[in-house]
């Protein structure tokens, strides 16, 4: 049937909203109202007509609650099919009435997990009776109408003005595939925290549910269909973002807002990332944001133009007015104070994200990839390295500043795409080697970047003379290691672990380099 009146509801909700004027609307068209609990309480005080569920099945609610709904008048009323001669005969023989509109918002089991409560609140906030209500109703879509947010009253409301109170297939059929997604995506959230309590960090079936934060006007290219979901452990950073102005987010806008916010997390003091198509292209550590922005930028200027501007402390207004000096897509802070606020007001199109706080770095937060027929899933790359990892494997040892350099370098080689290569000095990148197919050519092009930011600046030395170089991954040969030398980098720090560390260490020495090991690898794919 297309069209269908609506005559009984069912009520029990967790969050409240909206629901007394919810019930006025269904109290207008004639609308009986069955409730439970708290639901039935806010009904009634508001001075709307409420059956509670026990008097209407005849049995009480028991056990604090957790069986109320769990009956045949109930279950029986929702899924009896309007056209069928035989389920018509057993709601007659068992005096069950139907029931049209089923309202159930869930236990807040994720709220309640993300507040780090206790095992026991989080087992009494797993719903039972709720999920099967929205999901015997979503089966019997034809003859009933879910609804499971808050967000979707007036548009049900709307429809029960314009048809007389009833409502029509496509509705309910968008309201049934809405309570699916919701069920399935509070089970997915149930699965992992149990899974996690358990200490099993790969099940053996995992399930990730998300809420759609928003429609993309495409993907990586305009012929791709994209969306933005938020899901899982509660994270500052994209998702957390409050965007103050600019246009609508990309999809290219989030993934690379998203790189440029956990590179510059990782840095402890002050610091400031330029990221271009997922890869930093300058960053640097500073006495504040804009001693730090001018050096992040001074690494390559030209590729800074149109980038993402990340910062890890609140943006000021000195260091907002550097910025809006050339064309950036986003710029993204914890927060930013009211001078900042005002001077990028007149950048009508750019993007200004505050997250409210940083990402834990050493977040062991999952990641997902899809591939062909299924998904790979690994914890984030939450390695880090301090300065008594660093193993000294040449003759000579770094000094003091090559050694906080080269912590500095490795820290952003994490972020930067394999092959990845950073030249570093006095805490800012000087030249960037990214995503190359083998390791010397990101030696050389991040060399070269160097060579071409000086020529820039107008000096008449690389800005590769005297850095450090760090490399996410050991050298296999020796040549990306003396093409590092040939431009003029002092000191090396590298996981090690190749069959030809031995040759590279020996090369080190002859060019009189400081190498250390990490024992640690950052491939970033």
């Known amino acids: 049937m297309s069209t269908i009146k609506i005559r009984r509801a069912l009520i029990s909700v967790s969050d409240k909203t909206g629901l007394v004027e919810f019930g006025r609307s269904l109290a207008r068209h004639g609308v009986e109202i069955l409730s439970t609990g708290g639901s039935a309480k806010t ?26 709904t769990l009956h045949p008048k ?17 709601m007659r023989d068992h005096a069950i009435a139907p029931i049209d509109l089923v309202v159930v918002n869930l236990y807040p089991f994720e709220a309640t997990v993300a507040k780090a409560a206790p095992f026991d609140d989080c087992i009494e906030n797993i719903d039972i009776g709720g999920p099967a209500l929205i999901r ?131 840095l402890a003091t002050p610091a400031v990332a330029i990221i271009k198509h997922a890869n930093p292209c300058g960053v640097a550590l500073g006495s504040g944001l804009h001693d730090a922005y001018l050096k992040a930028y001074a690494c390559d200027p030209v590729s800074a133009f149109g980038g993402i501007v990340a910062l890890n402390r609140p943006l000021d207004g000195a260091t907002a007015s550097e910025i809006a000096k050339i064309f950036v897509e986003v710029i993204v802070a914890p927060e930013a104070d009211a001078d900042a606020l005002r001077i990028l007001a007149a950048k009508k199109n750019l993007r200004l994200l505050l997250t409210g706080g940083l990402p834990d770095p050493g977040s062991k937060e999952l990641t997902v990839r899809s591939v062909a027929g299924g998904f790979l899933v690994q914890d984030r790359d939450h390695g880090r390295i301090a300065d008594n990892d660093l193993k000294v494997v040449t003759k000579r040892a770094p000094t003091a500043r090559e050694r906080a350099d080269m912590l500095f370098a490795f820290a952003v080689a994490k972020h930067v795409k394999s092959n990845a290569i950073v030249y570093a000095r006095d805490g800012a990148t000087v030249g960037i080697g990214a995503g190359q197919m083998s390791r010397v050519d990101s030696s050389r092009i991040a060399a070269w970047k160097a060579a071409e930011a000086a020529k820039a600046a107008g000096e008449t030395q690389s800005r590769a003379v005297g850095s450090v170089v760090a490399s996410d991954a050991f050298f ?27 040759e590279v260490i020996a090369a080190a020495d002859d060019k009189g380099l400081a190498m250390v090991f990490t024992g640690l690898r950052h491939f970033r794919h």
Not at 170 to 199: E, N
Request: net charge negative; hydrophobic share 40%; proline share 4%.
């Open 43 to 68: 009904l009634s005080d508001a001075g709307l007509r409420v059956i509670e569920v026990g008097a209407h099945t005849g049995f009480p609610e028991i056990m604090d609650g957790r069986v109320k």
């Open 74 to 90: 109930i279950h029986g009323g929702i899924l009896g099919r309007r056209d069928a001669a035989e389920h018509q005969a057993a």
């Open 136 to 266: 015997a109703a979503a089966k019997n879509h034809d003859f009933v109408t879910v609804v499971t947010d808050p967000a979707d009253y007036a548009e049900l409301v709307a429809e029960l003005d314009q048809a007389d109170g009833a409502t029509g297939l496509p509705l309910r059929r968008r309201l049934a595939a809405k309570a699916y997604s919701r069920t399935a995506a509070y089970d997915a959230a149930i699965g992992s925290w149990f899974a996690g309590q358990l200490g099993e960090t790969f099940p053996e079936r995992r399930v990730f549910g998300g809420e759609r934060r928003q429609l993309l006007r495409y993907g990586e290219n305009p012929h791709q269909t994209a969306a933005f979901y938020i899901g899982g452990p509660s994270r500052p950073g994209i998702a957390t973002a409050r965007q103050v102005q600019g246009k609508e987010l990309s999809y290219n806008n989030l993934n690379d807002t998203d790189a440029a916010f956990e590179c510059v997390a990782e």
């Open 476 to 502: 296999p040969f020796a040549d990306g290691l003396l093409a590092a030398a040939e431009a003029g980098a002092t000191a090396v720090i590298q996981p090690g672990g190749s069959v030809r560390d031995a």
